[in-house]
């Protein structure tokens, strides 16, 4: 007799079966996104999940197309951890985004399936709110101090409580807002990013901030992971006073093993683990005490799936989750985000990002941001579907962020974490 391996385990308890597994790229804006289609032999019953990795899109484009389909085609859509954990096991070396990229579309489109076979929102799959919608933060920057708060008054009338707020540092490595000519003609890589110039201006952004802002506005910064554990420090203290709501990614993650240390000495709360790339790596963060916030971005970590034993053992931990959620989370991405954060007890705030009217075109029921709240779909499953017609109109092109990334230097020319 002959036992096919990739067949169902056990007998399914419905005749449903997984008839193709697919990635769909498309950039309406001009950013990469990676989304997997599972569809099944019921007419008209397929899932949608968030797979994007935009800086190594076809390589997850590949993974999920040529490797994880023929896995899952045949079985039972209904076994979600036990597919997930099929396609983690089958490469052997585990972890990375590519992987995990690949099988968080996967997971997130099986959760989707099984929202519409119940005809329950993936909130209520979760165990229904604890709260009405996620209270979300956005972005203000500027080349000076006076640019950012001007963006950052903007965002406040239109109803948002908490603002990141970064400002212009010279050199082709400055993050977060409009790039600034370089102050340093005379060194060896006269484009360079000096980290002791950063220490020295962004506490003097925060200072102008706090005396032009409402003070009940919330402020928020990201480091982008360019300190050592000294300077995470220095940074933290120097911006104790203007009551930072949380300081982000202050160190890479090749120094994490210092975070708890850094966290102890810092009087500013930190957010870290948006660089994590494996459910395990988002767990030390957590349970080591390294962490005020954990910054996951979700799919990175393997979707929906890990990303509720993350918020579990988040709540457990007295930490606050604060799901990663910029422009390269597909509108599928950002209701996995919503629908955990409406779920969990350990919330504390979900980046938030304002989709152009041309991705709404590719993904009807992408969600709106309201007076700084996300709300999720009422909508079975994600509520959120993919006009494929549409995403062919905006193909996915090579990240821009291969030429930036290898800009960003030293003065001395050394290469810097972007």
């Avoid at 999920?64 to 997930?84: M, Q």
Wanted: glycine share 10%; aromatic share 8%.
């Amino acid at each position: 007799m002959t036992f096919d391996t990739f067949a169902n385990p056990w007998p399914p308890r419905e005749n449903i079966e997984i008839t193709s597994v697919r990635a769909i790229t498309t950039a309406p804006e001009g950013t990469a996104l990676v989304v997997v289609r599972i569809d099944t032999n019921v007419p008209g019953l397929y899932g949608l999940g968030c797979a994007t990795f935009t800086q190594r899109w076809k390589a997850v484009q590949t993974l999920v197309d040529e490797h994880l389909a023929r896995l899952l085609v045949g079985r039972y859509p209904g076994d979600i951890t036990d597919l997930v954990r099929l396609c983690a096991f089958t490469g052997y070396w585990r972890g990375g985004p590519v992987s995990n990229n690949a099988i968080s579309g996967v997971d997130q489109a099986l959760w989707d399936i099984a929202g519409k076979r119940a005809g329950l929102p993936v909130h209520e799959l979760l165990g229904g709110k604890v709260r009405a919608a996620a209270d979300t933060y956005i972005h203000a920057a500027g080349r000076t101090a006076d640019e950012a708060i001007e963006q950052a008054h903007g965002f406040i009338e239109e109803g948002w409580r908490h603002i990141r707020l970064q400002l212009s540092t010279p050199g082709g490595g400055g993050y977060g807002a409009p790039a600034l000519p370089t102050v340093y003609p005379d060194a060896p890589y006269r484009n360079g990013w000096s980290a002791r110039d950063y220490l020295r201006r962004v506490p003097e952004l925060f200072e102008a901030a706090r005396a032009a802002l409402p003070r009940d506005t919330e402020l928020l910064h990201d480091v982008h992971s360019r300190l050592t554990p000294k300077e995470a420090v220095i940074l933290a203290r120097s911006l104790e006073p203007y009551g930072l709501f949380f300081l982000e990614d202050v160190l890479p993650p090749e120094h994490w093993d210092r975070l708890p240390e850094v966290r102890a000495a810092s009087p500013v709360p930190l957010a870290v683990g948006e660089l994590t790339t494996s459910l395990t790596d988002a767990v030390r963060l957590v349970r080591d005490g390294g962490v005020d916030f954990i910054r996951s971005h979700v799919s990175d970590i393997g979707g929906l799936t890990p990303a509720r034993k993350i918020a579990d053992l988040a709540e457990l931990s007295g930490v606050r989750t604060a799901w990663h959620g910029p422009g390269d989370t597909s509108p599928i991405g950002a209701a996995a985000n919503v629908a955990l954060d409406v779920t969990s007890v350990a919330f504390g705030i979900q980046e938030g990002h304002i989709y152009n009217e041309a991705t709404h075109d590719v993904f009807p029921g992408t969600l709106r941001i309201e007076s700084g709240y996300l709300t999720p779909n009422d909508a079975p499953g994600w509520g959120i579907d993919i006009d494929e017609d549409a995403a062919a109109r905006y193909p996915a092109e090579l990240s821009g962020h291969d030429a930036w990334a290898a800009g960003v230097r030293r003065p001395d020319g050394a290469l810097e974490a972007p």
